[in-house]
């Protein structure tokens, strides 16, 4: 592995929170600089105020469908009883993430509930442009008793920024090198804050360099 290493092209970020990716035959060897403009959020739903708990559960309010990421689930039961909003979370979670198309296309939720708002939330586990929730079927008393309705809630950003100081390619969390010797080069950036984030290195492997002395 230690050989392999010498021959593969590599690079290393200087931000621990920004991780490199990989790159194409159009970068170039160097270091550049790494400016973030956005960090890429994710696609949400947040329900109307509804009381503390505990919530009754029953054939009036039992039933939703929903989109994550543009996928349709279908139509899912929840268990009929009374919850406290702690255990309606997990079974909301439950239902949502065990639904198999969900499942074959990797799109999933984390189910909140504020405390000081009384509003239940979903969030995408996914990242960018492409991350959203949409109710699309709901039962007929759900509004009034959880909170939430047909409806889209907030869609995620990608990332956006600056790799070598020419613009980048966002997508979801990944910032992709789209001019210069930056081209292709792609990190990913995983928190911190907007502004300056140190560099991304890239050097071409032994192989490489060994092919262009004898050409």
Known sequence: ????????????????QISYVGSTSESRVGEYAIAVNQ????????????????????????????????????????TAGSYTSSALIAE????INGDSTLQTASASISVGFSATTN?????????????????TAVGTTTQATLGFSVGVG??????????????????????TGASG???????????GAAGDRGTVSYSDGLSARLNTLLT
Request: net charge negative.
């Open 1 to 16: 592995q230690g050989v392999a290493g010498l021959f593969a092209s590599a690079g290393r970020t200087s931000d621990s």
């Open 39 to 78: 960090l890429a959020t994710q696609g949400s739903y947040t329900g109307a105020a509804v009381g503390a708990g505990p919530f009754a559960i029953d054939t009036n309010n039992n039933t939703f469908a929903l989109k994550v990421n543009g996928t349709q689930s279908s139509t899912l039961t929840l």
């Open 92 to 95: 909301l979670q439950s239902q």
């Open 119 to 135: 509003m239940f939330s979903f969030t995408s586990n996914s990242y960018g442009a492409n991350s959203t929730v949409e109710f």
């Open 154 to 175: 907030t869609t995620g950003l990608d990332a956006a920024g600056t790799i070598g100081g020419e613009t980048a390619t966002g997508s979801g969390r990944k910032l």
């Open 181 to 191: 010797g930056a081209t292709g080069i792609s990190v990913e950036v995983l928190g």
